[in-house]
């Protein structure tokens, strides 16, 4: 059975730090593209950040590039986004993925909220 299973949202300030994890589990991690996206309430979803599991490869939403930091533990099955100078506009749901033709697996989702 195929799972990605979020944590680590939360509440926290503008300006502070918050680190996403995903458990992988149920499918081969490593042959995948992983990362995450980001929907707000009437929005359109946001790829924020992905990672190519096997080679490292990395790509990051202009909005986030020198605050996000995506990686990927092949050993644990788990990917990691560390979430610095945190804005308002980065409140929402964020979602773990995992792709590889013609399969893409979601994870449940997490709320992080950015009080100011």
């Known amino acids: 059975q195929v799972q990605l299973v979020e944590s680590g949202g939360g509440l926290v300030q503008a300006g502070g730090s918050l680190r996403l994890s995903c458990a992988a589990s149920g499918f081969a991690f490593r042959l995948y593209l992983i990362g995450w996206t980001r929907q707000a309430p009437g929005k359109e979803r946001e790829l924020v950040a992905g990672i190519s599991a096997s080679g490292g490869r990395t790509s990051y939403a202009d909005s986030v590039k020198g605050r996000f930091t995506i990686s990927s533990n092949n050993a644990e099955n788990t990917l990691v986004l560390q979430r610095n100078s945190l804005e308002d506009a980065d409140s929402t749901v964020y979602y773990c993925?995992?792709?590889?033709?013609?399969?893409?697996?979601w994870g449940q989702g997490t709320q992080v909220t950015v009080s100011s």
């Open positions: 993925y995992a792709a590889s033709h013609p399969a893409t697996y």
